[in-house]
Structure formats: C-alpha cells, structure tokens
T-cell receptor, first 112, second 113 residues
Framework: EDQVTQSPEALRLQEGESSSLNCSYT??????LFWYRQDPGKGPEFLFT???AGEEKEKERLKATLTKKESFLHITAPKPEDSATYLC?????????????FGPGTRLSVLP | AAGVIQSPRHLIKEKRETATLKCYPI?????VYWYQQGPGQDPQFLIS???????DKGSIPDRFSAQQFSDYHSELNMSSLELGDSALYFC????????????FGNGTRLTVT
C-alpha cells in the first residue's frame, strides 16, 4: 500500500532560523511528488512537483529535493508569513485513477 | 488566473438531512477530485472523475454520491448526514497531462448539528 509520512509533526522556528521538513514515501512506481502549503481554513496551495531522484526545485525561501525514498523541503531564513501546514503528496504508477496520497503534514510556526 | 470555485463556502445541516456541494474546475481541466479533511488531518481522497466518468474511488461512504457534468463542473451529494461528516470538503482539478499537480479550491465547510 502506498504510504506517505512527514516529520516533524510540528516545528517552531525563530525568524531567520533555517530548517528542513521531511517527507518519506513508499510507493510502487513514483510518478510525481508534490509539495503544498495550506493556511488554516483554505485549500492546499501548490508549491512544487518533483519527478526523479536528484531533482531540486526552488521558490523564494523554499527549496525541495528528492531522493528515492524521501523528499526534503528546506526553508532558508524563514519569515512569519511562512507559517502554515506543509503537505506532501505522491502520485503512484499503479493508481489507475491517478489519485494522490497525502502525508499528514508539518505545522510550521515562524516566530518574529 | 482562474482558480477552482467551490460553493457554498459554509453549510450547516442537521443530522439525517442532505447536502449538495458544487465545484467548478479551472477551465480546460478535465479531471476533478473530491477530498474530505477533518480538523488537524490530511485530506482524504473520496472520488475522482475524468471526462465526466468516475475514474477512481476512495473512502467515500455509500451515503455520498458524485458526478461530473458536461460543462465539467462536479457535485457531491451527501445524504443521511451524520455528525462525523462535519469537515472541510475540497475539490481539486487538473488537466489530464502526465505529472500535472492538483489545484485546490478553498473548500466547503460542512457542519452537521
């Protein structure tokens, strides 16, 4: 069964304190790994797609990397507005309907 | 840019009532997904449609049904509502292209009293 786990469950950082979030996955044939940001009461907002091991994507203070078993979301010099829940999701080859399996998320709080 | 539109934003129903949630995907997106998200939980896949046909089914209760119409909008029909159905319901759409991501609406918050 395809599974996605994320760690830590919650993370508190001071403004400017860089850190990384982890997404570990077990899938039978990865078609894509996706990172989303979700603010309270809102829908997940798409950030990145990663397709193959070794790939990296960057956007402002965020950088996502991918290995064969996990992905990291690196946050450099975070600001309070980066506070949100970060979700990763995988799309596996065997899912005919192409449904996406989400991890439980990491709740990030950046304190000023 | 156009986004996924969901209506209503908030809905309050009593137990055993019915509810209909609507979703209007991004133009030219032919695939629609429905997710249920409880407080502090990750989105749980309910059902998806491609070109107006059901493409996959997740943990959708038998009391729920959904369809996609000729204009690609989708409706989630929920009957015999239970207290445990209270949640945020998200619709997401994507074009049928390899590895294209889901784009989510801002959800419908359903409260069953």
């Amino acid at each position: 069964e395809d599974q996605v786990t994320q760690s830590p469950e919650a993370l508190r950082l001071q403004e400017g304190e860089s850190s990384s979030l982890n997404c570990s996955y077990t899938v039978s044939g990865l078609r894509g790994l996706f990172w989303y940001r979700q603010d309270p009461g809102k829908g997940p907002e798409f950030l990145f797609t990663l397709y193959s091991a070794g790939e990296e994507k960057e956007k402002e203070r965020l950088k996502a990397t991918l290995t064969k078993k996990e992905s990291f979301l690196h946050i450099t010099a975070p600001k309070p507005e980066d506070s949100a829940t970060y979700l990763c999701a995988v799309q596996a080859s065997k899912n005919y309907g192409q449904n996406f399996v989400f991890g439980p998320g990491t709740r990030l709080s950046v304190l000023p | 840019a156009a986004g996924v539109i969901q209506s209503p934003r908030h809905l309050i129903k009593e137990k055993r009532e019915t509810a209909t949630l609507k979703c209007y995907p991004i133009p030219r997106h032919d695939t629609v997904y429905w997710y249920q998200q409880g407080p502090g939980q990750d989105p749980q896949f309910l059902i998806s449609f491609y070109e107006k046909m059901q493409s996959d089914k997740g943990s959708i209760p038998d009391r729920f049904s959904a369809q996609q119409f000729s204009d690609y909008h989708s409706e989630l029909n929920m009957s015999s509502l239970e207290l445990g159905d209270s949640a945020l319901y998200f619709c997401a759409s994507r074009p049928d292209r390899e590895n294209s991501p889901l784009h989510f609406g801002n959800g419908t918050r359903l409260t069953v009293t």
